[in-house]
């Protein structure tokens, strides 16, 4: 099987996972509707692949982590639906539909979101019965971590912190590490637990993840300054128009397209101690360097 064969059933897992796991639910309450709008509205799901892919790279059973892959993917949606409020970023678009709180309004997307994140926990501590339990409980507290104030909800407090204000590079490092970065490192370490890793394993995979999220950070800064918004999914220019410093601002586009090739490669190099067994990782690096969305 090729590597885009692998990442389509990959993906294809977890939308089928997603599509069932509110089934059974009342159909027309509006919090269960708001809830899978946004999360089954599409996405690279990058954060579960790289929990599946890393648990395989380790030696473990993708297959008996998917319901991990798929609650830090419920997890990230809530952080996307709560980005998007008014009293955060204030977009009325993402992934090309109307974000949730122009469908539902502010309070039921609020709601939507915190459910969506004390299921993201129910998921795992519930349907983790396969595993040891010291490994299901080790991934539940590194993504708690990677969550939380430590984590993304601290990185969007310096996002929001930092509007209007003339930020450093190393500020800027330290907000993408958090916001963006935190959640893409669990995935990996995620992965890595649960198939039994060891800690250099986990120091290995979580390499991987810091160089891949600042590239991916990078990236995404590109593309709201010379993106093509239908294919992008949302407006294009809400950085400067928020008054947001980010890598383009400090480095140009120029640098900052070698700097994603520059931390791409030493992604891969990360992951040298796993030989042939992190070809799928090394190849999903490289194909995230020249994106679109």
Same mark, same amino acid.
């Given at each position: ?82 980005? $998007? ?28 979101? $915190? ?14 019965? $396969? ?29 929001? =912190? ?23 490192? =669990? ?52 950085? =400067? ?53």
């Amino acid at each position: 099987m090729n590597y885009k064969e692998q990442l389509r059933q990959d993906c294809q897992q977890v939308e089928d996972w997603l599509r069932n796991c509110f089934r059974g639910r009342d159909p027309h309450a509006d919090l269960y509707d708001a809830m899978q709008y946004s999360l089954l509205a599409g996405g690279k799901r990058l954060r579960p692949v790289l929990l599946l892919e890393t648990c395989r790279m380790c030696g473990g059973e993708a297959d008996k982590v998917l319901p991990f892959a798929c609650a830090i993917e419920m997890l990230h949606t809530y952080s996307l639906i709560h980005d $998007d409020l008014p009293a955060m970023d204030n977009d009325d678009l993402r992934r090309g539909r109307p974000t949730n709180h122009k469908v539902y309004g502010e309070a039921t997307a609020i709601l939507a979101g $915190d459910a969506l994140l004390t299921a993201a926990f129910e998921t795992m501590l519930e349907q983790g019965g $396969d595993l040891p339990p010291e490994r299901v409980l080790a991934a539940a507290a590194c993504l708690g971590r990677a969550a939380g104030a430590r984590g993304m909800v601290g990185g969007q407090a310096l996002d929001m =912190a930092g509007e209007g204000h003339a930020l450093s590079l190393s500020d800027v490092e330290e907000l993408q590490r958090l916001k963006t970065g935190a959640l893409i490192a =669990a995935a990996v370490e995620m992965g890595c637990i649960l198939a039994g890793g060891s800690a250099d394993d986990r120091a290995a995979v979580v390499r991987y993840a810091q160089k891949l999220g600042l590239a991916f950070q990078i990236r995404d800064d590109m593309l709201d300054v010379a993106g093509d918004e239908q294919t992008l999914g949302k407006p294009i220019g809400s950085d =400067a128009e928020n008054e947001k410093t980010t890598f383009v601002t400090l480095k140009g586009l120029e640098r900052c397209q070698e700097l994603v090739e520059e931390l791409t490669g030493e992604a891969q190099q990360a992951l040298s101690p796993f030989g042939e067994a992190a070809g799928f990782l090394c190849w999903l690096a490289g194909e995230l360097v020249g994106r679109s969305n």
